[in-house]
């Protein structure tokens, strides 16, 4: 095998960084764990936007949001931006990403076509005769699905096809199924565990894996894990893996949104009214009356959650293995993370929404290098996930195209200390004008600026780790709050790459 690195990025989706067994005792990740031990925990990992396409495509362009275009749910990653994936192949790299992409929305129209759309899903003629790359991977086999939802497909409906499970219309829902939701009980999916997306995954990339050995090709690979995002609901035995009293419940404090944005007290309101911010007509995460969050029955769902991680740390386990066994790991640089948060009842919020706490925001994060120095340390360095596309070309020797936003983390995926960053953005704009909102987190604090709006949030997170106490309209943090908004200034300033030198003097 030749000596030079290969990238295996892993990921999971909507993954609380406490349900790490790490972190939490009562939630067992015994292969990511491990993972750990070998290499680096970064406590204060962020993503750029806390939905799925915006920080997806942010993973594969080193851009942000307002940078890549794709700057929420339902809009696209335009094809005519730079990938990851083109920089690797250009460096004689094969790439490939197995699981969920959501690049694209689920419906597309003339303008911007999407392929990841329903009548995509079943469609094997399309896919068989698909020519070229997917956004700069060569190999691209993909699955839209949450658990139990309609988005079955394409690649992993074939599988199913071809690996001869007939019923499987059995285990989702309508249109793509018959299985009736209401039937479930306690987050139990019957489906079987080898018919899972997870067994999927797992075997196809751990053939990828031996392929790539046997060709002795370089490879930068994603294995994209669609868990624990919503649906909750996991085959047996990982939906009666844990009790209740395994579970850490989180509960709203009274009077903890006195001093938020009028949004987080709506959510607390059965009869909470979010019309005005609904321009598009489209759905809005979060946006809506989360009393939900505080019911016993939210209890049962988080049992399922941490079951769905803990089925996917097996998974995850699985394809470290035939790293390890085919003699791969000794070059190849393991990364994990998710690509946002998740709400388990605290702040009185379940799921996901545009309400940027440590919970939503912060994702766990390991990197494991080839003989890196300070193995199972941790990292309380700030760090972004947009940070990742440059960080792997360079970690790998290949050039960094200029245009990339990040910052390179070579050194201290390596085991170096040295600080790197002295803050992460965060961007969400979820509706044009009416959800639209920066943070900016440094070592302390963390700023929340509502586009056109006079309120906002100021977190004091030493003092208020919890983030009970909004600091915006605080005479006490008023000095704080302006330095923080002109850094916010600041960070929206330095984060533009710069294309060119200045060849000349005019
Ligand atoms: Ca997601």
Known sequence: MNDKPNVLFITTDEHHWKCMGYNHPGIKTPNLDKLAAQGTIFDRAYCPNPTCSPTRSSLITGLYPSQHGCYTLGTKLPEDVPTLGEYFQKGGYRTSLYGKAHFMPLRGNEEFPSYETPDHFGDREFWDNWEGDFYGFDTFETTRNHTTEAWVGPHYRFWLEDKGFENWKDWYIPTAGTYDQKTQVDGIWPIPEEAHYNTWLSERVRNKLQEHKDADENFFLWASFPDPHTPYAVPEPWASMYSEEDIVREYVVPGEHDANPLPHQLTQDPNGN????????????????????????F???????YGMVSFTDHAIGEILDQLEDLGLADNTLVVFTTDHGHFLGKHGLGAKGAF???DLLKVPFISRAPQQKNAGGRSDNLISLVDLPQTFLSYCNLPVPRTMSGVDFTEMFKGDQTPLRDHVL???RHEVDTIFLNTYVNERYKLTVYFNQPHGELWDLQEDPDELHNRWADPAYAEIKAELMLKLNFAQMGKDPVPMPRLFGA
């Open 274 to 297: 979010f019309d005005a911010y609904k321009t598009s007509g489209m759905g809005n995460h979060g946006y809506r009356p989360q009393t939900f969050s505080q019911n016993d029955d």
């Open 299 to 305: 209890t049962k769902k988080i049992q399922a959650y």
């Open 356 to 358: 940027h706490y440590e």
């Open 426 to 428: 965060v961007q969400n």
